[in-house]
């Protein structure tokens, strides 16, 4: 559904080139995009998203060139929550600042606040519709840049960092909201650093380093590769590193792995 072909991009012309021979096809499965800071994750996805443009190479979305779909096009087929919320939400109230993008892609008014509606229920804020979203806690503010992107009904949906600001309980709800999103065949993308995460969450793993792709595969077979993941200064997650030190041979991802794992030993 997304196939990147050498896909190359300097912020200036002629300059210090941010990504490289980017060569990456998306399929189903929910993907983690991990790399130090500066390896162009962020970059990456605006490309896709049609925010930026290549200078090289060429992006397909549904089999069609990214560059000759217009934006309306583009926020109709991939949604992208940004990190930092303050720089989405500019409405008075919950339920208009989730009701925007579906207006805006032109969904007809009663529609769109069935959409809103749906999305503020699926990330439990459908109680405080009338708040002025300035007037929500941090934590609440990235649930509603959520909503007001899943009200938007994309078939591919881009995560830029959502378990930052979270505590455990906000992470089991990024991590609900996400299995509901796969359940919903949408294509789940994220940028992220928690490697907790990316290891019980997500299918694929890909490693961006200095704007090249360094690894790609399951995520089981990226945290197996310790020597390529550290010269993207990348360490898998605790549980793997525990095990390996333990002596179990095979890459385990998470606690209850390793309980079931080592009850067998
Ligand atoms: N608007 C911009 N103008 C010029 N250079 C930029 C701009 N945005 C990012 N860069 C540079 O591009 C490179 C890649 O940045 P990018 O934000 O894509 O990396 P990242 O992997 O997403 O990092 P992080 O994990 O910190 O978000 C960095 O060297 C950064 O300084």
Redesign the pocket.
Known sequence: MIKVSNLSFS??KGG?R?LSGINIEFDQRSTAII??????????VKLLKGLLKPDEGEILVHHFDAKLKTAAEMARTIGLVF?NPNDQIFKRTVLEEVMFGPLNIKMGKYTAEKQAIKALKMVELDDKLEMNPHDLSLSEKKLLCIASVVAMDTDIIIF??PTIAQDHQGKEKIREIINELKNNNKLILT?I?DMDFVAENFERTIV?NE?KVLLDGDTRFVFSQKAILSQAKVEPPGITQLAERLGMKNTILTVDEYIRVSGTM
């Open positions: 912020y200036k210090h941010v790399g130090q800071n500066g390896a162009g994750k962020t970059t990456f990190q830029d960092e940028i650093h961006f704007g």
